[in-house]
């Protein structure tokens, strides 16, 4: 299991280039199973979830290596349309896997996905969109079979713009008959990356980034390549490193625009903020001020992903920062953990209040979380002495190289093994 261990104090200094996309890489590389033929990805993140991606796409039957950030794949030869429960536990984006199978085979068995544990996380919305079109959807045991002699292209209306539901309706209304008009649709730019690949590979989708996605056809293509979009949320991370650590840092490979909530937010705390052609300089030597709320809403609002980075960017600031969390029902876990850096936090239901304290001392802490594992790591960044993050494997998950990245800026976290924790 990795233990991280940050040595505070350390400015951040220097440039970074971001990674690819976690969010965008996965949905798409499920998307590769439509119409089969060959796949040329790049820019590409080595994560986890990746991997799990590529262990499921090779059970199914395709062939997929990763060389660096490209990966090539053939879904020619898919033999395979159930997906058992020991891959599909992995993460969340498995679920994916569920429009994609529906839309290559007509019937697709597969379990409940896994993923961070940020509350319920059901998935009725993608089941009730996917009997939308058409399909005959049971679950029994944990399992679920999804199949259709024929999707039908029809108009469905999200009652909550979630981006995996939104995904999966796009993956499985190409091979529908007839158009499919999507309203209430999540409006995440790794929505419209997944567009611009489908289109790519023959389909024929438009509004993505809007409220409203149509969907009509798919005519498949035997190759496709794709560049996939700069990581926002790994953009997001090494900002609020920095506004917490102090210093001076130039992120590269990174869109601007995607990050417009969390650049506000910063700025707004004391932080010099400058947008660049494909760059974002952050600049932090006075002590940080509390800002005006962080209200966490779908795209273009700020992103939940984003709230657990900037409240450890807020730990020492002045003032009380409020975070009111709207997405998620349980993404206050890493609350008990930075407490014991000396934060001083109080929670009530979806609204934390963070009162900034004049000095953090170091402490061990476990992730609980993806994000909220990296919040730790970045809490310990301004901590005096010495913090460690147990984890169980999360960080990995959504981050390439997280400490190789830290440390090129100048932060002291090293990245060690330890032996599994006793049952
Ligand atoms: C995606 O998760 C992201 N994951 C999450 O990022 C991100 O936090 C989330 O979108 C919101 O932006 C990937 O893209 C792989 P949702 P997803 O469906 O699709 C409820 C990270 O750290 N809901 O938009 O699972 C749900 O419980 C991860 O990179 C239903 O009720 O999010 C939640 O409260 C964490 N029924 C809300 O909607 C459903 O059928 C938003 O979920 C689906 C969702």
């Not at 944990?142 to 999966?168: M, R, W, Y």
């Not at 730019?189 to 389909?203: H, M, R, S, V, Y």
């Not at 002045?318 to 014991?340: C, D, K, Q, Y």
Request: net charge negative.
């Amino acid at each position: 299991m990795p233990l991280w261990s940050i040595a505070g104090g350390n400015e951040l200094n220097g440039s970074l280039a971001v990674q690819g996309s976690k969010n965008a890489v996965l949905p798409i590389l499920a998307a590769s199973l439509l119409g089969g033929g060959v796949t040329r990805l790049r820019g590409c993140p080595t994560l986890r979830d990746v991997d799990a991606s590529m262990e499921i796409l090779r059970h199914l039957g395709c062939s997929v290596m990763q060389n660096r950030g490209e990966i090539l794949l053939d879904s020619e030869k898919m033999c395979e349309n159930h997906i058992p429960h020991t891959l599909m536990l992995k993460m969340r984006s498995s679920v994916m896997f569920l429009g994609a199978i529906l839309a290559r085979c007509g019937e697709v068995r597969l379990s409940a996905p896994g993923g961070c544990e940020l509350g319920a996380r059901p998935i009725d919305l993608h089941l009730k969109a996917l009997e939308a079109l058409g399909a005959q959807v049971r679950q029994s045991g944990g399992e679920i079979c999804c199949s259709a002699a024929q999707l039908k292209g029809t108009h469905i209306n999200l009652d909550f713009p979630s981006v995996g539901a939104t995904e999966n309706v796009m993956l499985a209304a190409c091979a529908a008959e007839g158009e499919t008009i999507l309203t209430n649709a999540a409006r995440e730019p790794e929505i419209e990356d997944l567009q611009t690949f489908l289109n790519a590979k023959g389909a024929c989708v438009h509004g993505a980034g809007t409220p409203e996605i149509r969907i009509s056809g798919f005519a498949a293509k035997p190759f496709t390549e794709h560049t996939v979009l700069p990581d926002r949320i790994a953009a997001a991370t090494y900002l609020c490193a920095a506004a917490a650590a102090g210093g001076d840092v130039r992120l590269t490979h990174v869109r601007p625009a995607h990050l417009a909530g969390i650049t506000d937010a910063l700025r707004q705390m004391g932080c010099s903020v400058v947008l660049e052609q494909d760059g974002i300089r952050l600049r932090r030597f006075e002590p940080l001020h509390a800002g005006p709320p962080v209200v966490t809403k779908p795209y273009p609002g700020f992103p939940t992903d984003a709230q657990a980075l900037v409240m450890a960017a807020s730990l020492r600031a002045a003032g009380t920062s409020v975070f009111v969390e709207n997405i998620f029902e349980s993404r206050f876990r890493h609350v008990p953990e930075l407490r014991r850096l000396g934060a001083d936090i109080r929670v009530e239901g979806r609204v934390a209040m963070v009162s900034g304290v004049s000095a953090l001392q170091g402490a061990p802490m476990c992730a609980t979380d993806l994000r909220g594992g990296a919040a730790m790591v970045l809490a310990g960044l301004c901590a005096e002495g010495e913090s460690t993050v147990s984890d169980s494997g999360h960080i990995e998950r959504g981050y390439d190289d997280f400490d190789g990245c830290l440390r090129q800026l100048g932060a002291d976290v090293q990245r060690c093994e330890t032996a599994p924790a006793m049952e």
